[in-house]
């Protein structure tokens, strides 16, 4: 079973009905290595959209979660980044990548997992992930349907490193999925039972992206750099 406070169903309730901060999003964006990476990807004339929007997700997800432990007053009560690059389990690394998103290596040595946004909240380690596509496939997982990344099985697979690093059984599992797919059905009601909490993304992909490209245009209108003549083109071919 996983395990969760009213503190998290309190977030979770906000976090579905939450728009992006495009403005905070923006700031944080342009001051990030990721923004770094898309630069070099230009000048590269490599434009990789899909990863470009999944960072600019987790950005949001991070800002509202920001956001939403501040208007409830929950900040004594939450830990951001609970796990810092080069952090050690019993069994498990961590570190970061160019884009500062974290990872889980395993005791092989291989990635495990990538870890969207990983929080301590009222002590119990807790993993946010977003998945804004019909199906993923990471570094480490084959394509699978939603309905499979709510399986208890890979739930647990994602968990397991956060309950390495924090040596308890205890763990919230909070996914954010496309709002076509947050419906009942079986798996998803079993996920719920289980005590997972499953939450709509704010648009479907395809409105998600156009966003995104507004989003670039603001960004290119405010800065120097001249890589961005050359992306925008590329990126609405894209959407």
């Given at each position: 079973m996983l395990t969760k406070t009213p503190l998290h169903d309190q977030i979770a309730e906000r976090l579905a009905k939450r728009w992006p901060n495009w403005s905070q999003i923006a700031d944080r964006y342009s001051k990030s290595k990721a923004y770094e990476h898309l630069l070099h990807c230009a000048r590269k004339n490599e434009i990789p959209l899909g990863s470009f929007a999944g960072h600019i997700a987790e950005m949001h997800l991070r800002v509202?979660?920001?956001?939403?432990?501040?208007?409830?007053?929950?900040?004594?009560?939450?830990?951001?980044?609970?796990?810092?690059?080069?952090?050690?389990?019993?069994?498990?690394?961590?570190?970061?990548?160019?884009?500062?998103?974290?990872?889980?290596?395993?005791?092989?040595?291989?990635?495990?997992?990538?870890?969207?946004?990983?929080?301590?909240?009222?002590?119990?380690?807790?993993?946010?992930?977003?998945?804004?596509?019909?199906?993923?496939g990471g570094r480490k997982h084959k394509m699978m349907s939603h309905s499979r990344?709510?399986?208890?099985?890979?739930?647990?697979?994602?968990?397991?490193?956060?309950?390495?690093?924090?040596?308890?059984?205890?763990?919230?599992?909070?996914?954010?999925?496309?709002?076509?797919?947050?419906?009942?059905?079986?798996?998803?009601?079993?996920?719920?039972?289980?005590?997972?909490?499953?939450?709509?993304?704010?648009?479907?992909?395809?409105?998600?992206?156009?966003d995104v490209d507004r989003l670039l245009r603001d960004l290119k209108n405010k800065s120097e750099y001249q890589p961005f003549k050359d992306l925008l083109p590329k990126v609405q071919e894209a959407v």
């Open positions: 509202a979660l920001e956001e939403i432990c501040k208007e409830l007053g929950a900040q004594d009560r939450v830990v951001f980044d609970p796990i810092k690059s080069g952090s050690r389990g019993k069994y498990f690394k961590f570190y970061t990548d160019k884009e500062e998103r974290l990872f889980a290596v395993a005791p092989n040595g291989t990635d495990y997992s990538e870890m969207d946004e990983p929080m301590l909240i009222e002590d119990i380690p807790t993993l946010f992930e977003i998945r804004i596509k019909n199906s993923h990344l709510m399986s208890e099985d890979h739930v647990n697979y994602l968990l397991a490193p956060l309950r390495d690093y924090f040596n308890t059984p205890q763990g919230a599992f909070v996914f954010i999925i496309p709002p076509a797919s947050v419906k009942e059905n079986e798996t998803a009601q079993a996920f719920k039972e289980r005590g997972g909490l499953l939450v709509p993304f704010y648009k479907n992909r395809h409105d998600y992206h156009c």
